[in-house]
């Protein structure tokens, strides 16, 4: 939504080695979708951030702008959120980056979601999972989904990918457990 939250990081209280220690946020080492907190870097307990100062209200409307537009271009059912990181443009083909639209060309990133679409992804069904007719970047729960549903689901997708664009996509999820 044009911004990420690593950026208004003032601290956090974590728990790790069986204690309580508060980081600042170059400590967390965030990077996209990355932090240490997602390779056993411990718990986040508790955050402090710093906002930009806005007129009487501003928050307020801005929350409910983002609110609006994730009603629009999301799914309304159970899902994890995003399913797969973007694609930083540089990572494509000299070919297929030249057929990209300009805008993706411009930001430097492709969104992921784009990509599952324009490779047919949207509509996949494994057992209980779908990718989300909404937005091709989520893989929702229609029926009795099961893990084992969705990371066969995720697999099939990235191999579509690959076949189209030429490029791997990565989990944004974290999967937990085996």
């Known amino acids: 939504m044009g911004g990420e939250t690593k ?3 003032a601290w956090v209280d974590a728990y790790r080695d069986g204690e309580v220690v508060r980081l600042t946020g170059l ?13 056993g870097g411990g718990v986040v307990l508790r955050a402090a951030f710093h906002f ?3 007129g009487a ?5 801005k929350m409910i702008e983002h609110l609006q537009y994730r009603n629009k271009t999301q799914p309304k059912i159970a899902s994890s959120g995003c399913m797969f990181k973007n694609v930083p443009v540089d990572a494509f083909a000299r070919d297929v980056r030249e057929a990209l639209p300009p ?7 492709v969104p992921a979601g784009w990509l599952v679409q324009e490779a ?22 229609v029926g009795d989904a099961t893990a084992q549903d969705i990371l066969t689901l995720a697999r099939q997708v990235k191999e ?15 999967v937990v457990g085996g």
């Open 7 to 9: 950026d208004a990081l």
């Open 27 to 39: 400590e967390c080492v965030f990077a996209y979708r990355e932090s240490i907190f997602k390779h």
């Open 52 to 54: 930009a100062r806005g």
């Open 57 to 61: 209200g501003d928050g307020a409307k």
């Open 103 to 109: 805008a993706f060309v411009e930001k430097g990133i």
């Open 120 to 141: 047919g992804g949207k509509g996949m069904v494994v057992g209980g999972a779908e990718v989300s007719q909404v937005h091709g970047n989520f893989i929702v729960n």
């Open 160 to 174: 579509k990918v690959q076949e189209q664009f030429g490029v791997g996509l990565e989990e944004e999820i974290q």
